[in-house]
């Protein structure tokens, strides 16, 4: 909506400061930031009133789980989505197609996710809807977005998987590319959605995350930024800096909320939204594989799950004490700040290895 102060750039000159993407990116964190200090605690009141018991607690987790979390009110996604659309609709270029795409995938997603916290917390079970169920929705939309990213780009990358650390290697897939971009988007909402476990431990890595690929996104969308770091450039895609800078904002709102004892839990409502958001700027940028290294926490989480359940079906044996791999470690006798901040030092370390990737070429 600022956007469109550019026009009276030529009376004004102050509004031609809405033209950069930086300025708007602060405004959009600024935005969500406020959004959610202004309207957290109400939300969370709401949901407190409504959800009675709050989120149920898995009986077979952590048995610290049973007394700390008990009560604690769920689908807190909905303060972070609501102040990302508010934040994004204000700053970003409502011309902009690739906003759109992500911004829908996020929003349908958040859909999606908010449906299984509602069976959940009106079931009073931690099982949701049917998993399969679940993961054709997405994959339906994932191939929808993918689908739409492939016509905006140029034909030469579009349908391209790109590897990091080498400047020419490009395979183009053609068709089999919406494959490709749909199990990332998949696999990027799932894997953060199985990292929310503990209080704080998915927002931040999602926030580092989102700052990663703000950058990413500005400089693949900046054709002399992109031309120097010899990445390919994807004109358009600048713009989705500013939807990352309003995650980190609304994510900060969050995390005043969510700092231990946590207020409310994020639920698959705010993960499963922020993972598919995730998936799809990286496939819109065209750094599908550099998402797995920035969030190779996320990563982590998903195939220890997956190995846990394959060993299991297999052998009858559990690889870890628990799955995901941050219980694990609470079975291991490490306390839920140990865990928490430890992972997000390793997101940090992550997040340089995968930027590492724009110079080292």
Not at 14 to 41: E, M
Not at 167 to 185: S, Y
Not at 281 to 294: D, R, Y
């Amino acid at each position: 909506m600022f956007y469109w102060l550019t026009a009276l750039s030529d009376q004004v000159s102050f509004f031609n400061v809405f033209r950069y993407i930086t300025f708007r990116t602060g405004g959009a964190v600024v935005t969500a930031l406020v959004f959610v200090f202004l309207f957290g605690g109400p939300i969370i009141d709401m949901l407190r009133l409504r959800q009675g018991k709050g989120q149920p607690i898995r009986a077979d987790g952590p048995r610290s789980h049973l007394v700390t979390k008990v009560g604690t009110p769920t689908m807190g996604g909905l303060m972070i989505l609501s102040s990302l659309l508010v934040s994004t609709l204000l700053w970003a270029n409502p011309a902009n197609p690739y906003v759109w795409v992500v911004l829908g995938v996020t929003l349908c997603f958040g859909l999606i996710g908010f449906y299984d916290d509602y069976l959940k917390v009106t079931k009073q079970t931690h099982a949701g809807f049917s998993g399969k169920t679940r993961l054709a929705v997405e994959a339906v939309i994932a191939l929808l977005a993918c689908w739409t990213l492939t016509q905006l780009g140029r034909p030469a990358i579009a349908t391209s998987l790109v590897l990091p650390f080498f400047k020419e290697m490009v395979f183009n897939l053609g068709i089999l590319f919406l494959l490709v971009g749909t199990f990332v988007i998949v696999g990027a909402g799932n894997a953060v959605n199985l990292t929310d476990g503990l209080d704080g431990l998915a927002i931040v890595p999602v926030m580092i995350a989102a700052a990663s690929f703000g950058l990413v996104s500005y400089l693949a969308g900046n054709v002399v930024f992109a031309e120097y770091l010899q990445i390919h450039f994807v004109s358009g895609t600048g713009e989705l800096a500013v939807l990352c800078g309003a995650v980190i904002g609304a994510g900060l709102g969050f995390l005043w909320f969510n700092a231990p004892p946590a207020s409310i839990f994020m639920g698959d409502t705010g993960s499963l939204a922020l993972g598919g958001m995730l998936g799809t700027i990286a496939v819109a940028t065209k750094h599908e594989i550099v998402l797995a290294v920035i969030g190779g926490l996320f990563v982590l989480e998903a195939v220890s799950v997956i190995v846990q359940v394959v060993s299991f079906k297999l052998t009858g044996k559990r690889v870890f004490r628990m799955a995901p791999i941050h219980h694990h470690f609470e079975q291991l006798g490490w306390t839920e700040p140990q865990i928490v901040i430890r992972f997000w030092i390793v997101s940090v370390v992550l997040a340089l290895a995968g930027l590492s990737t724009l110079k080292l070429r």
